[in-house]
């Protein structure tokens, strides 16, 4: 097990139903990651195609959105 591991090979084990957009209009889902040289798990948004976007209007998917807090 790598102590000082930076995940560099990791693979999509979960997709969840959230979809955002980056802060250039680029569509973005959270996944779960797994290392393949550590086994660490964790979350992290990825890019994905635009043609995925349809899961929004079926209601597969949902829109994330965020609220600044003050």
């Not at 560099?8 to 955002?20: D, H, T």
């Not at 209009?25 to 976007?53: D, H, Q, V």
């Amino acid at each position: 097990m790598a102590i000082f591991c930076r995940h560099p090979k990791s693979v999509i084990v979960a997709k969840s139903n959230v979809i955002q957009f980056d802060q250039s209009g680029f569509p973005m889902r959270l996944e779960t990651m797994e290392c393949l040289i550590c086994g660490k798990r964790y979350y992290a948004w990825n890019y994905i195609k635009k043609s995925e976007l349809d899961e929004l209007s079926t209601g597969k998917s949902v829109l994330c959105k965020w609220e600044n807090v003050e």
